[in-house]
C-alpha cells in the first residue's frame, strides 16, 4: 500500500464570516485530522495555515512554502477541507488541480466538495469547474460589496485605514473616529510652526534629533503603539529626517480633513494598489479635531510651491525667498552678499536678467527693500483694519446677503462652464471613432478636460463652502482680517509676516516695486460692498 505524505492546508480569509465556525482554523483542521484517520494510507507530515489571505490571490506565504515542499518531494498529497480554502479564481485554480499537482504526482482531496484526485475522473469531473466558477463569483460578489462598504465610511468621514498618522490616535469608543495624541500633537505644531519661520525641512529634522524627539516610528515602537512597519521615517535608527518632515508638512489630515482612497486595485483579482487620480479621492472635512490652523497649513503648501532653497551654512531661508520677483522676465530673484572693508552689504538681483533679454536688469539692496516693504505693510494693515471697524457698524445681514448673492453668482457660471466641459468631454469618444481625432489626440483631450473639471469642481466646492458660511452666519471677514490684525504693531519684518501676508513683490524698477498682498481680493470685494450697502443705509 502506498503511503502518502500529506500536508493539511488551511485558509481563513479577511472577509469571511467570523460568526460561522465552520470555516474557522480549528475546525478546517478537526475536519481534515478525521478525515485523515480513516485513511491509514496518509500520513499528515505539516500544517500550513494562511490566515486573513484572500482565495483571489495566490500569493499566500503558507502556500508557497507548501509548494516549496511539494517542489523538494517532501509532500505527495494536499488536503483542503473544501475547494474554495485552495482558491476562489477559477483559472488558477484549476490550473494547479489539473496541471501542477498532477505534474509532481500529487494526490489532491477536497474533503466536503468530495473531490479526490486519486480517482482519475475526479479532476475532470464538471462538478469541479462548476464549484470553481461559484467561488469565483463568491469572491468578486464579497469583493464588491467590501468596496462599497468602505466606500459608504470613506463618505461619511470614516477613518478606515490600519494606522492613524503622527498626532492621532483611533478613539477606544469608535475606531472609526481619529482623535488627537496630545503629544505628537505638540510636535507636529512646532513642526509648522518653524516652517512658517523660514526653517528648511531639513533643519526642522536637526532640531528635532538635537531635542531628542521621539521620531513617529520611534516613538509608535517605544509606547506599543500599532504602527506601519516603515512608519514616517525612511532611516534604519529612527531619527527624524527631512523626508520624515516633509510628508508631515504636507497631509491634510492635521486640519481636521479626511482625504481617503488615493490608491485602489483595478480588479478584484489584482493585489497591486495604484494611484488614483485626485478626483476620485474621498475628501471630508471637519471629521476630526484639526491639529493645525487651516490658514498656517495653506500657507505651508504655499512656501512649499516657493523657490526657497537654502544656503549649506543655513538653517533658514532668507526673508523674500521666492517672493521677490524681477518685473521684467518674472524670474525669481536671488539674494547675493558683497564685502567691502570688512562690511557685508545684500542685495536681490535677477540671475536670469541677461539670459532672458531683460533690457535693464536691476537690483535691490535688502536694507532698502525691507524698509518699503515694512512701511507698505504697515499701510495695508491699517487700512483693514479701518475697513473692519466700518464693516462691523454696518448691519451684518444686509453684507451677508450681498456676499451670498456674488457667490450663487460665481457658482452658477463654473456650473454652467462645468456641465459645458463635461459635454465636450463625452463627445471625444464619438469624435475619434468618426475619424475627427486620432487616439493621441483624444487622450491629450480626455487629460486637458479631465484636470479642468477637477479645477473647476474645486472651485465650485470652496464657493458653496464660504456661501454656507454666510448663510449659517459664521463671520467671513474674521478669517482673513484677522491675519492682518495679527501684525498690526509691526516694527519688524520677518519671515512668517512676508509669507502670511504677502503674495509677491514685483521689482518694476530701481525705485519702483508693486507689492500684491494676500486676500487683497477679499479687501477689494469689501470695499465694494461698502458702497452700495452705506448708499441704501442713507437712503
Given at each position: 500500500?502506498?503511503?502518502?505524505?500529506?500536508?493539511?492546508?488551511?485558509?481563513?480569509?479577511?472577509?469571511?464570516?467570523?460568526?460561522?465556525?465552520?470555516?474557522?482554523?480549528?475546525?478546517?483542521?478537526?475536519?481534515?485530522?478525521?478525515?485523515?484517520?480513516?485513511?491509514?494510507?496518509?500520513?499528515?507530515?505539516?500544517?500550513?495555515?494562511?490566515?486573513?489571505?484572500?482565495?483571489?490571490?495566490?500569493?499566500?506565504?503558507?502556500?508557497?512554502e507548501m509548494m516549496d515542499d511539494i517542489m523538494e518531494g517532501?509532500?505527495?498529497?494536499?488536503?483542503?477541507?473544501?475547494?474554495?480554502?485552495?482558491?476562489?479564481?477559477?483559472?488558477?485554480?484549476?490550473?494547479?488541480?489539473?496541471?501542477?499537482?498532477?505534474?509532481?504526482?500529487?494526490?489532491?482531496?477536497?474533503?466536503?466538495?468530495?473531490?479526490?484526485?486519486?480517482?482519475?475522473?475526479?479532476?475532470?469531473?464538471?462538478?469541479?469547474?462548476?464549484?470553481?466558477?461559484?467561488?469565483?463569483?463568491?469572491?468578486?460578489?464579497?469583493?464588491?460589496?467590501?468596496?462599497?462598504?468602505?466606500?459608504?465610511?470613506?463618505?461619511?468621514?470614516?477613518?478606515?485605514?490600519?494606522?492613524?498618522?503622527?498626532?492621532?490616535r483611533k478613539s477606544e469608543d469608535n475606531h472609526n473616529l481619529?482623535?488627537?495624541?496630545?503629544?505628537?500633537?505638540?510636535?507636529?505644531?512646532?513642526?509648522?510652526?518653524?516652517?512658517?519661520?523660514?526653517?528648511?525641512?531639513?533643519?526642522?529634522?536637526?532640531?528635532?534629533?538635537?531635542?531628542?524627539?521621539?521620531?513617529?516610528?520611534?516613538?509608535?515602537?517605544?509606547?506599543?503603539?500599532?504602527?506601519?512597519?516603515?512608519?514616517?521615517?525612511?532611516?534604519?535608527?529612527?531619527?527624524?529626517?527631512?523626508?520624515?518632515?516633509?510628508?508631515?508638512?504636507?497631509?491634510?489630515?492635521?486640519?481636521?480633513?479626511?482625504?481617503?482612497?488615493?490608491?485602489?486595485?483595478?480588479?478584484?483579482?489584482?493585489?497591486?494598489?495604484?494611484?488614483?487620480?485626485?478626483?476620485?479621492?474621498?475628501?471630508?472635512?471637519?471629521?476630526?479635531?484639526?491639529?493645525?490652523?487651516?490658514?498656517?497649513?495653506?500657507?505651508?503648501?504655499?512656501?512649499?510651491?516657493?523657490?526657497?532653497?537654502?544656503?549649506?551654512?543655513?538653517?533658514?531661508?532668507?526673508?523674500?525667498?521666492?517672493?521677490?520677483?524681477?518685473?521684467?522676465?518674472?524670474?525669481?530673484?536671488?539674494?547675493?552678499?558683497?564685502?567691502?572693508?570688512?562690511?557685508?552689504?545684500?542685495?536681490?538681483?535677477?540671475?536670469?536678467?541677461?539670459?532672458?533679454?531683460?533690457?535693464?536688469?536691476?537690483?535691490?539692496?535688502?536694507?532698502?527693500?525691507?524698509?518699503?516693504?515694512?512701511?507698505?505693510?504697515?499701510?495695508?494693515?491699517?487700512?483693514?483694519?479701518?475697513?473692519?471697524?466700518?464693516?462691523?457698524?454696518?448691519?451684518?445681514?444686509?453684507?451677508?446677503?450681498?456676499?451670498?448673492?456674488e457667490y450663487s453668482r460665481q457658482i452658477a457660471q463654473n456650473?454652467?462652464?462645468?456641465?459645458?466641459?463635461?459635454?465636450?468631454?463625452?463627445?471625444?469618444?464619438?469624435?475619434?471613432?468618426?475619424?475627427?481625432?486620432?487616439?493621441?489626440?483624444?487622450?491629450?483631450?480626455?487629460?486637458?478636460?479631465?484636470?479642468?473639471?477637477?479645477?473647476?469642481?474645486?472651485?465650485?466646492?470652496?464657493?458653496?463652502?464660504?456661501?454656507?458660511?454666510?448663510?449659517?452666519?459664521?463671520?467671513?471677514?474674521?478669517?482673513?482680517?484677522?491675519?492682518?490684525?495679527?501684525?498690526?504693531?509691526?516694527?519688524?519684518?520677518?519671515?512668517?509676516?512676508?509669507?502670511?501676508?504677502?503674495?509677491?513683490?514685483?521689482?518694476?524698477?530701481?525705485?519702483?516695486?508693486?507689492?500684491?498682498?494676500?486676500?487683497?481680493?477679499?479687501?477689494?470685494?469689501?470695499?465694494?460692498?461698502?458702497?452700495?450697502?452705506?448708499?441704501?443705509?442713507?437712503?
Amino acid at each position: 500500500m502506498q503511503v502518502y505524505k500529506a500536508a493539511k492546508y488551511i485558509r481563513l480569509s479577511y472577509t469571511d464570516d467570523k460568526s460561522n465556525e465552520s470555516n474557522s482554523v480549528g475546525n478546517q483542521r478537526k475536519l481534515i485530522e478525521d478525515f485523515v484517520s480513516r485513511h491509514p494510507e496518509i500520513e499528515l507530515v505539516s500544517e500550513k495555515v494562511d490566515d486573513g489571505y484572500s482565495g483571489v490571490i495566490f500569493d499566500r506565504p503558507a502556500f508557497k512554502e507548501m509548494m516549496d515542499d511539494i517542489m523538494e518531494g517532501k509532500i505527495n498529497c494536499v488536503i483542503v477541507k473544501d475547494l474554495s480554502r485552495l482558491g476562489r479564481e477559477y483559472i488558477e485554480t484549476g490550473r494547479y488541480m489539473r496541471r501542477v499537482f498532477p505534474a509532481y504526482g500529487v494526490r489532491f482531496i477536497a474533503i466536503n466538495d468530495n473531490i479526490d484526485t486519486l480517482n482519475e475522473s475526479a479532476g475532470d469531473d464538471l462538478t469541479v469547474s462548476v464549484k470553481n466558477i461559484m467561488n469565483e463569483a463568491y469572491a468578486r460578489d464579497i469583493s464588491i460589496k467590501t468596496r462599497s462598504s468602505l466606500e459608504t465610511k470613506r463618505k461619511n468621514g470614516d477613518f478606515v485605514g490600519a494606522f492613524p498618522v503622527y498626532g492621532y490616535r483611533k478613539s477606544e469608543d469608535n475606531h472609526n473616529l481619529l482623535v488627537v495624541d496630545e503629544y505628537a500633537a505638540q510636535v507636529v505644531r512646532s513642526i509648522f510652526r518653524m516652517r512658517l519661520e523660514g526653517f528648511s525641512p531639513y533643519a526642522i529634522a536637526n532640531e528635532l534629533n538635537r531635542l531628542g524627539t521621539l521620531s513617529p516610528l520611534a516613538y509608535k515602537k517605544y509606547y506599543g503603539l500599532p504602527h506601519a512597519k516603515k512608519g514616517y521615517t525612511d532611516r534604519k535608527d529612527c531619527r527624524w529626517s527631512a523626508n520624515t518632515v516633509t510628508r508631515i508638512l504636507q497631509d491634510e489630515t492635521y486640519t481636521g480633513t479626511l482625504v481617503q482612497g488615493r490608491k485602489g486595485s483595478q480588479h478584484f483579482k489584482l493585489k497591486e494598489m495604484e494611484s488614483r487620480p485626485s478626483s476620485e479621492w474621498v475628501r471630508v472635512e471637519n471629521a476630526h479635531e484639526a491639529i493645525v490652523d487651516r490658514n498656517d497649513f495653506d500657507l505651508v503648501q504655499r512656501i512649499r510651491n516657493l523657490d526657497t532653497r537654502t544656503s549649506p551654512q543655513k538653517d533658514k531661508v532668507y526673508l523674500f525667498s521666492g517672493i521677490l520677483v524681477c518685473g521684467c522676465c518674472g524670474s525669481r530673484m536671488v539674494r547675493k552678499t558683497n564685502r567691502y572693508k570688512d562690511k557685508e552689504y545684500h542685495y536681490y538681483y535677477c540671475p536670469t536678467g541677461k539670459k532672458n533679454g531683460c533690457a535693464h536688469p536691476v537690483m535691490v539692496k535688502e536694507h532698502e527693500l525691507m524698509e518699503c516693504v515694512r512701511d507698505s505693510l504697515k499701510g495695508f494693515i491699517a487700512n483693514v483694519v479701518s475697513l473692519d471697524e466700518i464693516l462691523s457698524g454696518i448691519d451684518q445681514s444686509r453684507i451677508n446677503r450681498e456676499l451670498i448673492k456674488e457667490y450663487s453668482r460665481q457658482i452658477a457660471q463654473n456650473e454652467q462652464q462645468l456641465e459645458q466641459i463635461r459635454q465636450y468631454k463625452m463627445k471625444l469618444y464619438e469624435s475619434m471613432v468618426n475619424g475627427f481625432l486620432d487616439k493621441s489626440e483624444f487622450l491629450y483631450n480626455k487629460s486637458s478636460y479631465s484636470a479642468r473639471i477637477t479645477q473647476l469642481e474645486q472651485a465650485v466646492a470652496a464657493l458653496k463652502e464660504k456661501r454656507t458660511d454666510v448663510m449659517e452666519n459664521r463671520s467671513e471677514r474674521n478669517r482673513w482680517i484677522e491675519n492682518f490684525r495679527r501684525f498690526s504693531d509691526l516694527e519688524e519684518l520677518d519671515r512668517k509676516a512676508v509669507i502670511q501676508l504677502v503674495q509677491v513683490i514685483t521689482v518694476l524698477g530701481k525705485d519702483e516695486l508693486q507689492i500684491q498682498f494676500n486676500y487683497q481680493d477679499e479687501y477689494e470685494k469689501a470695499l465694494a460692498l461698502i458702497t452700495p450697502v452705506q448708499e441704501r443705509m442713507v437712503v
